[in-house]
């Protein structure tokens, strides 16, 4: 009996009987890929404005914070719309004309836009993706119901894109 385990031994040692190895193993059992949320990767400090904020000070608030669009919202934090850098621009040139000196006298709700766009916290990276790619845009609001919860832009996106790749 014990020349058969000798046996046997020897010829796993000589590699006579094929021992899976771990690499072997590794690459026939895929391992399970954790693809983020929005709710992983938005950004949760998110700069906002109210309907009766001046254009002049949001346009302040905007280059402090490096950002060139932002929700606007009411104090319950429900989305009301957007201002982008390039309301902004208009509202300042619009105001040369009827002598309001950089939008001093003009208010968000007259400048922004009601259109944005958002997704739920759970909606998937891919999916995130995808509706960058389909509406050519440069951040989204995630949001539960109407109530703004964070902002995810494509640089997001792209970071955690690379590093699933």
Known sequence: MASVIDS?????RSSIIPRPSKAHLSSEIPRPIH??????????????FSLNDRVSDAIQLMIHDRISEAPVCDDKQNILGMLSELDCIQAIT???YDGDDYGRKR????????????????????????????????RMLVTEGEKMVGIVSRRDVLVHLQELA
């Open 107 to 138: 208010f968000v709700k007259e400048v922004m836009s009601s259109a944005y766009h958002s997704v739920a916290p759970y909606a998937s990276l891919y999916t995130l993706a995808g509706l960058f790619s389909k509406h050519n845009i440069r």
């Open 94 to 96: 619009a105001g040369a």
């Open 8 to 12: 046997i031994a020897l010829a796993m």
């Open 35 to 48: 693809v983020p949320k929005a709710q992983d990767i938005m950004n949760r400090r998110v700069t906002s």
